[in-house]
């Protein structure tokens, strides 16, 4: 059965960095693009980053450029987010997705079951 399994939350300090995680378990997903999104507590869900099948083209939300960096590694049905430099605004829920290149949510039809990052100040 397909599934996208998070990992890498947690808590951490203002400007310090963390690494997520979202594995491909059966391998379904190779051909898909892969996004990242967040939900903090009583806002929408916002957009993160996303990186296309082949790993070349990526987007980031403005929030996010220059700190956040998206990969992919094929070998491993793996994709990562790495996080440096966060902020308490960091904080969220992040959710792993697969389907079309898109900044919008409704192009991703799987989802991982979210991860908490939480940052203090």
């Known amino acids: 059965q397909a599934q996208l399994v998070e990992s890498g939350g947690g808590l951490v300090q203002a400007g310090g960095s963390l690494r997520l995680s979202c594995a491909d378990s059966?391998?379904?997903?190779?051909?898909?693009?892969r996004g990242w999104f967040r939900q903090a507590p009583g806002k929408e869900r916002q957009f993160v980053a996303a990186?296309?099948?082949?790993?070349?083209?990526?987007l980031y939300a403005d929030s996010v450029k220059g700190r956040f960096t998206l990969s992919r590694d094929n070998a491993k049905n793996t994709v990562y987010l790495q996080m440096n430099s966060l902020k308490p605004e960091d904080t969220a829920v992040y959710y792993c997705?697969?389907?079309?290149?898109?900044?919008?949510?409704?192009?991703?039809?799987?989802w991982g079951q979210g991860t908490q990052v939480t940052v203090s100040s």
């Open positions: 990186v296309s099948y082949s790993g070349i083209s990526t």
């Open positions: 059966t391998s379904t997903f190779s051909s898909y693009a």
């Open positions: 997705t697969a389907g079309a290149y898109s900044a919008r949510p409704e192009e991703y039809k799987y």
